[in-house]
């Protein structure tokens, strides 16, 4: 490690650094001698007296504004120096970018200019925040004491002083943060430090001297005491500083991000014009180009993209696929999604739909290519829906939430596989609108914008998973490395070779028996939005199971709870795609000869009026589109009934009984958000909701009222025992306002008062209904 030594200082118009230059001129000291740097002490009792970071991040935005060129400073988990030019907070919204995701962030660019090209950061304000006071206060010498024993270190070792102990002769307690604030007038020296040498010596070696010379000991406290801490272990054996910063907490290159850039480039001339005068001449795609210098992936990432650029025509290029994708954020999660480092390794079909000209000539493109791999993989063509190639550039490609089923593309199994059929009407329908001479209403226009889902059957699981492999293998380029096109290629025979073993498997309800196919959809659509949220957040990405759902019933996973998701996404498409449901579960009830076409035919489409089974489609809100036009598919006309035949007369037949009386319909809600140790503790008490229930009300075998609800405006009232133990209830319930997510004090209540009274009740004489059996716990 080299020792610190005298500033390395360019002469005054010679260097070739634009920083370097400002800031050698003292002409451009705005603050001069009524600097200070208080703010940013912290004394010994802590954070709870500290100025708050939002405070700091607001006054070193006031300074940038008002032209004040100053730095922030942090040693990374190696002790070494980064420097971070005029930070300031991002305020996208002043210039009409309202709810922009990188609002209110903090940005400064890293070292000095390089071709007069600044590299910009965003800085961390939480999880984890440098700008907070560090944990811990530490026993510290006073700074003339460590600026004696900085004089007399050498050697290759860090300088340390320390650890100390309370008694310890000149030590006092010292807190500080991980970040530390350098003033113009010290700006150039901070810059002279050598790449290698020891920050900390450096600073009492060389710079504290200088704040000495200036007299300037009380304005500078916090970046005194900052360095004090640098210097002190706070333990023998420690190979580090408190006020080192791990990689988590450093700061990013804000990689593609034009709108950031814009912006800031923009502050920055009205800031500092001598400095940035050139930049007005720079596009926004050499802004983009140079982050290419910055030493990490993320900007290697951006200069290969100004590489790809240039070959297309650079910046005309870049605007029309940000006008496709609906900005820069979208277009980086794509080559998350496909693992590609930049625009350039897209594969060729890609590039082709940021080429086309609308949405009509992006689904062609998506389809030709899909044919193109079907053939290749000698497999049955997939088919899409109108829209898909938009959604894979514009959206999520898993479900947005649990409760909108109709989102997402590549990573949700109820967009994938809607038959050949189906899909030619659609396009066609969606060209015939596209024209613009047809006139339609808005509730029609409504019905044509809605996404539609497509329920699989267990049968044709192997069908649906091979249609998502070749769609994957699609946009991947034939990428069979993939994780996510490995994953599905192993996994579409896995679920018919274990059918028997899964139709057996008990379920949560089993009256859902007969539509385990959407079970597995959902099951297999939470798989991949695990991968894809990772992608999209930027994180590292699970293992995909490739023995999802098999692990379970082949008693290999230990789970106890078995294999269905706890998600609202059945309940929700019970509710919204109910007609849709009811049909699909009555086609799969048909004998596997009847009516058959094909292994993915259509079942129910927005008039639900249909005869034949495989596949389902549903369109939430159950709409019946009676054009002739709207008709996505067209409606299948019911079979004619069979003529009755000849028969002889029959003696009248007696008076019918009178009618009985209609059984009420109820609509069943299911609870998500269960306990399961509730759930537990419910069933070992072998009781019946509907007799504690009446016992609690009524006073009877010493039962105490059911606990209160917790609901806004019903704490007088009981809460539902039906919905938190049983995990289920219907809409009708006198307690459908209970029908929330409980809390875990709630939870807590509820237990106790179940474990103490539920078994008091005896249960109840179950009589048969005429019509039909009494539920047991009704």
């Known amino acids: 490690m080299a020792t610190a030594g005298a500033p390395n200082i360019a002469p005054a118009g010679t260097s070739s650094n634009p920083i370097l230059d400002y800031v050698q001129n003292n002409d451009n000291d705005i603050l001069g001698n009524n600097l200070t740097l208080r703010s940013l002490e912290v004394n010994a009792t802590g954070a709870q007296t500290a100025v708050q970071p939002a405070t700091l991040r607001d006054e070193f935005t006031q300074e940038f504004l008002n032209s004040i060129m100053n730095g922030l400073g942090m040693l990374d988990d190696q002790g070494r120096l980064s420097i971070f030019f005029a930070p300031t907070t991002v305020t996208l919204s002043v210039i009409g970018l309202r709810n922009h995701p990188d609002e209110g962030k903090f940005i400064g660019f890293l070292g000095d200019l390089l071709n007069g090209v600044h590299f910009d950061y965003f800085i961390k304000t939480q999880n984890p925040c440098p700008f907070q006071p560090i944990a811990n206060t530490i026993l510290c010498l006073a700074a003339d004491d460590i600026h ?57 070696v060389t710079i504290f001297p200088l704040i000495q010379a200036e007299n300037m000991e009380t304005e500078m406290k916090s970046l005194i005491d900052y360095f004090r801490v640098a210097a002190t272990l706070d333990a023998a054996a420690s190979t580090s500083s408190l006020v080192w910063n791990n990689a988590a907490a450093m700061p990013t290159p804000i990689g593609r991000n034009a709108d950031v850039i814009e912006r800031r480039t923009s502050q920055l001339k009205r800031s500092f014009p001598t400095i940035f005068v050139d930049r007005a001449a720079a596009s926004q795609v050499q802004q983009m ?136 009407d659609a396009q066609d329908t969606a060209k015939i609108y596209s024209k613009g001479n047809i006139k339609v209403t808005a509730e029609e226009q409504k019905a044509l914008e809605k996404s539609t889902l497509f329920f699989c059957h267990l049968d044709h699981m192997e069908n649906l998973i091979r249609h998502g492999y070749l769609l994957w293998l699609t946009l991947t380029g034939g990428d069979k490395a993939h994780p996510v096109v ?28 007969d539509i385990i196919g959407v079970l597995i959809q959902i099951k297999l659509a939470k798989e991949l939005e695990g991968w894809s949220r990772a992608q999209v957040m930027q994180e590292p990405a699970p293992i995909l199971n490739g023995d999802l759902i098999i692990d379970v019933v082949t008693d290999q996973s230990g789970n106890s709870n ?37 292994d993915l035919t259509v079942v129910g489409t927005l008039t639900d009026n249909v005869s034949r089974f495989g596949m389902v489609s549903a369109v939430g809100g159950n709409q019946t589109w009676q054009d002739d ?150």
Request: charged share 25%; with cysteine; aromatic share 6%.
């Open 289 to 424: 180009g140079a982050m290419a210098a910055a030493q990490d992936r993320h900007n290697a990432v951006a200069q290969e993209q100004l590489n790809f650029m240039k070959n297309q025509k650079a910046a005309e290029k870049l605007s029309k696929i940000l006008k496709v994708t609906h900005g820069a954020p979208q277009l980086d999660l794509i080559c998350r999604m496909l693992l590609k480092a930049n625009l350039q390794d897209l594969p060729k079909l890609w590039r082709d739909l940021f080429d086309a000209k609308d949405t009509t000539a992006r689904d062609e493109i998506l389809n030709r290519a899909l044919r193109e791999t079907a053939f290749q993989e000698r497999l049955e063509v997939p088919h899409t829906m109108p829209g898909t190639a938009d959604k894979l550039l514009q959206a999520y490609w898993h479900m947005v939430s649990s409760d909108e089923p109709e989102t997402g593309s590549a990573c949700n199994p109820f967009q994938w596989c809607p038959a050949k059929r189906m899909a030619k």
């Open 562 to 598: 078995g294999w269905e998701p706890w998600t609202s996404t059945l309940g929700t498409i019970k509710a919204d795609y109910g007609e849709s449901l009811k049909v699909f579960r009555s086609a799969g009830r048909r004998p596997a000869t009847w009516g058959l076409q094909d």
């Open 148 to 204: 004696g024993q900085a004089l007399q270190h050498n050697g290759q070792a860090r300088f340390t002083v320390g650890p100390h102990q309370a008694g310890d002769a000149g030590v006092t307690l010292t807190h500080s943060r991980k970040i530390f604030k350098i003033p113009f007038t010290l700006l150039q020296q901070f810059m002279a430090i050598p790449d290698d040498a020891d920050v900390t010596l450096y600073f009492w």
């Open 629 to 778: 036009v709207s008709h996505i598919p067209e409606e299948i006309a019911p079979r004619a009934p069979a003529m009755p035949r000849a028969r002889a007369p029959r003696a009248p037949a007696p008076a019918p009984a009178p009618p009985s009386r209609e059984r009420t319909r109820t609509t069943e809600v299911i609870n998500w958000a269960t306990d399961a140790d509730l759930g537990r503790t419910w069933k070992n008490s072998s009781a019946q909701c509907g007799a504690v229930k009446q016992a609690a009300k009524r006073g009877e075998h010493e039962v105490p009222p059911l606990p209160k609800s917790s609901v806004a405006g019903h704490t007088s009232d009981p809460m539902c025992l039906n919905w938190s133990v049983l995990h289920k209830c219907n809409a009708e319930c006198n307690e459908a306002y209970d029908h929330v997510e409980q809390s875990a004090e709630k939870k807590e209540e509820l237990k106790k008062w179940v474990l103490e009274h539920a078994s008091k009740v005896p249960a109840r004489q179950r009589r048969r209904r005429r019509g039909g059996n009494q539920a047991a716990n009704e």
């Open 486 to 513: 490995k994953f599905l290629s192993e996994y579409r025979g896995k679920i018919g070779g274990n059918r028997d073993r899964i139709e057996r498997f008990p379920l949560r309800d089993s009256s859902d028996r």
